[in-house]
């Protein structure tokens, strides 16, 4: 737990209203992060809890649940008459989609919540931080690939720009020497 040692009823006050502030604006910026990227956030929102407010995993998760719920009725509400960016008769939220997916994510959600409830703290957290790094890493190597398409595609761009000032084509040509007459012989 970060919370220190409180010396008087005053000051524990104001340093709990500080961490709370910090978490407070950390779970904005992961809220926004996840939204932005499409997923719950849950992970992010457990580690906040756990680290900074000294929470232990059989609370930390159902908070966690519930800040998910308000970031989804939020994100829901800004998309709700979005239009698809490619297909404009399409809306962007895939109601069908989420029909297919919901009764399945309500079951793994009611597991989850009895299984919070029977296992100790280490249980919980052990199959977590396995899943969190296994995430982790899946996402850094689909990234470090983008990077390197990105990059890959702002060379080629360059080097279109650089032929297209000298008007030669982009195509790299290599002087080969001629061959002797002993090298053509062999």
């Known amino acids: 737990r970060l919370l220190p040692l409180p010396i008087s009823y005053c000051s524990a006050a104001m340093v709990a209203a500080g961490v709370w502030a910090g978490v407070l604006i950390g779970v904005f910026f992961s809220a926004s992060l996840a939204v932005g990227a499409g997923i719950g956030g849950g992970a992010l929102f457990v580690s906040l809890y756990i680290l900074f407010l000294g929470l232990d995993p059989h609370h930390a998760i159902p908070l966690s649940k ?88 702002e060379i080629s761009q360059q080097v279109a720009a650089v032929a297209a000032v000298f008007h030669e084509p982009t195509t790299v040509h290599i002087d080969v020497p001629p061959q002797t007459q002993q090298q053509q012989q062999q």
Not at 144 to 149: E, N
Request: net charge positive; aromatic share 12%.
């Open 66 to 153: 519930c800040t998910i719920f308000g970031v989804a009725l939020a994100a829901f509400w800004v998309n709700r008459r979005q239009r698809h960016p490619n297909t404009v008769s399409r809306r962007l939220i895939d109601y069908d989609v989420a029909m297919t997916l919901e009764p399945m994510t309500l079951l793994g959600t009611i597991a989850g919540v009895i299984f919070n409830v029977l296992f100790p703290n280490w249980l919980i957290l052990f199959p977590l931080v396995l899943l969190l790094s296994f995430t982790a890493y899946k996402t850094y190597k689909k990234g470090r690939a983008i990077s390197q398409k990105e990059h890959e595609q």
